[in-house]
């Protein structure tokens, strides 16, 4: 099991840009599928950005060019990078973790986008 904490949320205004940090625990940080999702008010949970391994990335089509996911394997965390931020941005983000079969979630850290 993985413990993920994130941090970094806020309030920005549009055009603005925020960076999450998730930082993990335990010693096999670097053989977990890590991601990020987000939940809008009234909205299911969505994906937006996966780091796999190998540093494999994948993004939602909605923030791809905008948002930027990486990995510090040797710190134990995932960032993502948002710019340009819209106001449909607006939401609590998730960090997630997976591995054989297992999937970690961390408390999540609001991220509101408006003028």
């Known amino acids: 099991q993985v413990q993920l904490v994130e941090s970094g949320g806020g309030f920005v205004q549009p055009g603005g840009s925020l960076r999450l940090s998730c930082a993990a625990s335990g010693n096999i940080f670097s053989n977990y599928l890590m991601g990020w999702y987000r939940q809008a008010p009234g909205k299911q949970r969505e994906i937006v950005a996966i780091?796999?391994?190998?540093?494999?990335?994948d993004y939602a089509a909605s923030v791809k060019g905008r948002f930027t996911i990486s990995r510090d394997n040797a710190e134990r965390t995932v960032y993502l990078q948002m710019n340009s931020l819209k106001p449909e941005d607006t939401a609590v983000y998730y960090c997630?973790?997976?591995?054989?079969?297992?999937?970690?979630w961390g408390q999540g850290t609001q991220v509101t986008v408006s003028s």
């Open positions: 780091i796999g391994r190998n540093g494999y990335t």
């Open positions: 997630n973790g997976q591995y054989l079969g297992r999937t970690d």
